[in-house]
């Protein structure tokens, strides 16, 4: 039998597969499913609202692209959209980088830090 190729999209945030996952956690390739991975490297510090405004926005950006191929082109595109959403939400505050990480690295630009009154 032949296997389809599988379509990704991967930012360091946001992975986005036109796959589903099987009992076993494997991802199988699919023209109609598609499987959002976020913060795989647990970078950031997350709460439920947060969260379900990623998924919501992976919803519209899914939505807007309806009828169109799936190709990698497109879901790069919504992966890009929704790393920049990601990237809005850690500058509102509703996300905070994770300190405890195994890696504390930044990529989405230095936190803002409240100016200390005594410099």
Do not use: C
């Amino acid at each position: 039998m032949d296997n389809p190729m599988l379509l990704k999209s991967t930012t360091r945030h946001i992975r986005i597969f036109a796959a589903e996952m099987d009992q076993d956690g494997e991802l199988l390739p699919s023209n109609q499913v598609l499987t959002l991975d976020v913060d795989p490297d647990n970078e950031f510090n997350w709460n439920e609202d947060a969260l379900q405004k990623i998924y919501r926005k992976f919803d519209e950006l899914v939505e807007a692209s309806s009828g169109a191929d799936l190709t990698d082109y497109n879901l790069r595109r919504i992966g890009s959209d929704l790393e920049h959403y990601l990237r809005s939400l850690l500058q509102q505050g509703e996300v905070s980088y994770n300190l405890s990480a195994r890696v504390t690295n930044y990529s989405m630009g230095i936190p803002q830090v409240a100016a200390d009154g005594n410099q």
